[in-house]
């Protein structure tokens, strides 16, 4: 079964920049369609963007802010995450999807995450 670990999360202060990486072991994550994720307090996990071979996503909250990406030679997807807000602030995971559109079909569980604190 695919294992994916996030990692890069932190304390950041408004308009700050973080990033995030979700690396696989022992398979290749060519091909696959990978989704960012996030989880607020007290709110429901929503799809902030996702990845396939050709096709890419986001959320409209942060278009234009966030930028994802993949360097198969590391076999790893990247969220890059700028002009941070408070309301960014959440747990971040990544999985692997069937379809990029919508960050939609999960295939597979959950990891741990990792903490994104946008604070001053």
């Known amino acids: 079964q695919l294992q994916l670990v996030e990692s890069g999360g932190g304390l950041v202060q408004p308009g700050g920049s973080l990033r995030l990486s979700c690396t696989a072991s022992a398979v290749f994550l060519n091909h696959y369609v990978i989704g960012w994720f996030r989880q607020a307090p007290g709110k429901e996990r929503e799809g902030v963007s996702c990845?396939?071979?050709?096709?890419?996503y986001y959320t409209d909250s942060v278009k234009g802010r966030f930028t994802i990406s993949r360097d198969n030679t590391k076999n790893t997807v990247y969220l890059q995450m700028n002009s941070l807000k408070s309301e960014d602030t959440g747990v971040y995971y990544c999985?692997?999807?069937?379809?990029?559109?919508?960050?939609?079909?999960?295939?597979?569980?959950w990891g741990q995450g990792t903490q994104v604190t946008v604070s001053s």
């Open positions: 990845i396939g071979d050709l096709k890419t």
């Open positions: 999985a692997r999807l069937r379809v990029v559109t919508g960050c939609r079909d999960l295939i597979g569980s």
